[in-house]
């Protein structure tokens, strides 16, 4: 399998400029498809991104990220349900696991699980209010002597500042035959070609790497996994959040702010089911 180049990585393919977002370039690879902005500072890269403001503050993150809890939990036994077709429950990783919703969906459906998150007020309520088993950092930080039979990369895999690392690592703590999760923004769907340089995913620096099924792929082929399934997921958010990703995600015409702010007051506490065209499930298997 032939690397593919990643984000920081010394590549010498020619690297096209596809477009400029929030004043950070965003190139394509013109040998491999690997779509990416490269971020000047990597210190405290995490920190910066994931502040409390990331959770809270709206944005690109969540605007009240505990708001959602029902429903993450809910999206991790969904989760738990389709990775029951492939293995039966044994020790998760949960990477960029926030405050753990979607881990305790795994835990209620029997897995022994782990997480590590960058936010220190998220792992701290994952920790004591859910009595979970979180350490505070990256990956790249994480020390450990367990082998585990699953790793979720669930909305993070495009945040991965080393890519290259990071799935190396991955591949050192899973044991053999083991299983990652990934649920990606998919870059060619029809949603993301249509909203151009406006699509939400555009969101550097928490954004930084984006992915098709095919160059998703190739970085997982290239570091020793293989797609084993993929589909879409029944994703529910809520109204509010929805609302701040088109306010981010929009251009800034009159009257935009006074509707969305007339629509979250009206409808924002609902919760509707996210038309997922342009976001996948992946499951990839050690080989
Ligand atoms: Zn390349």
Same mark, same amino acid.
């Given at each position: 399998?032939?690397?593919? /180049?990643?984000?920081?990585?010394? /590549?010498?393919?020619?690297?096209?400029?596809?477009?400029?977002?929030? #004043?950070?370039?965003? *190139?394509?690879?013109?040998?491999?498809?690997?779509?990416?902005? $490269?971020?000047?500072?990597?210190?405290? =890269?995490?920190?910066?991104?994931?502040?409390?403001?990331?959770?809270?503050?709206?944005?690109? #993150? %969540?605007?009240? %990220?505990?708001?959602?809890?029902?429903?993450?939990?809910?999206?991790?036994?969904?989760?738990?349900?389709?990775?029951?077709?492939?293995?039966?429950?044994?020790?998760?990783?949960?990477?960029? /696991?926030?405050?753990?919703?979607?881990?305790?969906?795994?835990?209620?459906?029997?897995?022994?699980?782990?997480?590590?998150? &960058?936010?220190?007020?998220?792992?701290?309520?994952?920790?004591?209010?859910?009595?979970?088993?979180? +350490?505070?950092?990256?990956?790249?930080?994480?020390?450990?002597?367990? *082998?585990?039979?699953?790793?979720?990369?669930?909305?993070?895999?495009?945040?991965?500042?080393?890519?290259?690392?990071?799935?190396?690592?991955?591949?050192?703590?899973?044991?053999?035959?083991?299983?990652?999760?990934?649920?990606?923004?998919?870059?060619?769907?029809?949603?993301?070609?249509?909203?151009?340089? %406006?699509?939400?995913?555009? /969101?550097? &620096?928490?954004?930084?790497?984006?992915?098709?099924?095919?160059?998703?792929? $190739?970085?997982?082929?290239?570091?020793?996994? +293989?797609? =084993?399934?993929?589909?879409?997921?029944?994703?529910?958010?809520?109204?509010? =959040?929805?609302?701040?990703?088109?306010?981010?995600?929009?251009?800034?015409?009159?009257?935009?702010?006074?509707?969305?702010?007339?629509?979250?007051?009206?409808?924002?506490?609902?919760?509707?089911?996210?038309?997922?065209?342009?976001?996948?499930?992946?499951?990839?298997? *050690?080989?």
């Amino acid at each position: 399998m032939k690397k593919a /180049c990643s984000s920081f990585a010394a /590549c010498k393919e020619e690297k096209k400029l596809l477009l400029v977002k929030k #004043g950070f370039p965003i *190139k394509e690879c013109t040998h491999c498809g690997h779509r990416f902005t $490269q971020l000047k500072e990597m210190e405290g =890269h995490l920190d910066k991104v994931y502040s409390d403001e990331y959770f809270f503050g709206g944005k690109d #993150g %969540y605007p009240g %990220y505990l708001l959602e809890k029902d429903l993450l939990l809910k999206s991790g036994i969904n989760y738990a349900k389709i990775i029951s077709k492939y293995t039966k429950p044994g020790k998760l990783l949960d990477v960029g /696991c926030a405050a753990g919703f979607i881990m305790k969906g795994f835990e209620q459906s029997g897995w022994d699980c782990y997480g590590v998150e &960058p936010n220190n007020t998220m792992a701290e309520y994952g920790r004591k209010e859910l009595n979970l088993t979180i +350490q505070t950092g990256s990956l790249e930080d994480y020390t450990t002597d367990i *082998k585990f039979d699953l790793v979720n990369l669930i909305q993070v895999v495009g945040s991965l500042y080393d890519p290259d690392k990071s799935l190396s690592i991955i591949n050192s703590l899973l044991n053999k035959d083991g299983l990652v999760l990934v649920e990606s923004w998919n870059m060619k769907s029809i949603a993301a070609r249509i909203a151009g340089k %406006y699509w939400h995913e555009y /969101c550097p &620096p928490s954004v930084i790497t984006w992915f098709s099924d095919k160059t998703l792929s $190739q970085m997982f082929e290239y570091y020793g996994f +293989q797609l =084993h399934s993929k589909g879409r997921p029944v994703k529910k958010i809520n109204i509010n =959040h929805g609302l701040s990703l088109v306010g981010e995600s929009t251009p800034n015409l009159p009257l935009k702010k006074p509707l969305l702010k007339l629509l979250s007051k009206a409808i924002g506490k609902y919760n509707m089911r996210y038309p997922a065209v342009d976001l996948k499930w992946y499951l990839f298997k *050690k080989i």
